[in-house]
C-alpha cells in the first residue's frame, strides 16, 4: 500500500503521560500536514510541513504539542503532559510538492488517542 | 479569517432519493474547494477540487457545483454505501492551511 499511514492506530493514556505519533506520507510528498479531529466537527490545522522545515503552527497548538520532520520524510508528533481536552483523532496528510492544482490532501486513517 | 459552514448537519434519504449538500465559504482569494468523504474512524478521502465559479466535477452518483460563495454535493438516486460524513474544506492564496467545515452526515436508507 503506497498511501499515508499513521500508527499507532489506537492509544490510551493516562492523563499526564506523554504520547507520541508517526506518519509516514506518499513517498513523492514533500508537504506533510497534521491535523485534529473531534467527534462531529471536521479537520483542524496543527501544523504544517515542507520537507523538514516546519512552515507553519496554528497559533491554537499548545506548546504541549510539538513535531518533527527529520530528513523530510517520515513525522513524528508529540503531545507532553496529555490533558482529557487532548482526545481526539489526529490525522494526518500529504500533498505533492509542486503548485499545479491547489495540492489536493491525501489522509492517512488517522490515530485516535484517548486520555483518562 | 477563512471560514467553511456545511448544511445541512444531517441528511437522511432513501435509497434512489436524489438531494444537495451545502457549503458555504468565505475566502480571501480562493485556491481551491475540495470535497471529502469521510467513514466513520477512518481519515477523510478526496473526492473533489474545485478551482473558479462555474465549474463542476463528477462521480459516479455525485457532482460538485461552485459560485463565487458557495458548493454544492449533489447525490443522484445514492445507494447505501453513499452512507459517509461529506466534509467541505478550503485553501486560500496566501497560505497552505486547509480550513475545513464541520462535515454532513448522510444516511442512505435501503
Known amino acids: 500500500d503506497t498511501g499515508v499511514s499513521q500508527d499507532p492506530r489506537h492509544k490510551i493514556t493516562k492523563r499526564g503521560q506523554n504520547v507520541t505519533f508517526r506518519c509516514d506520507p506518499i513517498?513523492?510528498?514533500?508537504?506533510l500536514y497534521w491535523y485534529r479531529q473531534t467527534l462531529g466537527q471536521g479537520p483542524e490545522f496543527l501544523t504544517y510541513?515542507?520537507?523538514?522545515?516546519?512552515?507553519?503552527k496554528s497559533r491554537l497548538l499548545s506548546d504541549r504539542f510539538s513535531a518533527e520532520r527529520p530528513k523530510g520524510s517520515f513525522s513524528t508528533l508529540e503531545i507532553q503532559r496529555t490533558e482529557q481536552g487532548d482526545s481526539a483523532m489526529y490525522l494526518c496528510a500529504s500533498s505533492p510538492g509542486t503548485d499545479r492544482g491547489a495540492g489536493e490532501l491525501f489522509f492517512g486513517e488517522g490515530s485516535r488517542l484517548t486520555v483518562l | 479569517e477563512d471560514q467553511v459552514t456545511q448544511s445541512p448537519e444531517a441528511l437522511r434519504l432513501q435509497e434512489g432519493e436524489s438531494s444537495s449538500l451545502n457549503c458555504s465559504y468565505t475566502?480571501?482569494?480562493?485556491?481551491?474547494l475540495f470535497w471529502y468523504r469521510q467513514d466513520p474512524g477512518k481519515g477523510p478521502e478526496f473526492l473533489f477540487t474545485?478551482?473558479?465559479a462555474g465549474e463542476e466535477k463528477e462521480k459516479e452518483r455525485l457532482k460538485a457545483t461552485l459560485t463565487k460563495k458557495e458548493s454544492f454535493l449533489h447525490i443522484t438516486a445514492p445507494k447505501p454505501e453513499d452512507s459517509a460524513t461529506y466534509l467541505c474544506?478550503?485553501?486560500?492564496?496566501?497560505?497552505?492551511?486547509?480550513?475545513f467545515g464541520p462535515g454532513t452526515r448522510l444516511s442512505v436508507l435501503p
Open positions: 474544506a478550503v485553501r486560500d492564496n496566501y497560505g497552505q492551511n486547509f480550513v
Open positions: 510541513f515542507q520537507n523538514e522545515a516546519q512552515l507553519e
Open positions: 474545485l478551482y473558479s
Open positions: 475566502v480571501s482569494g480562493l485556491r481551491g
Open positions: 513517498s513523492e510528498h514533500n508537504r
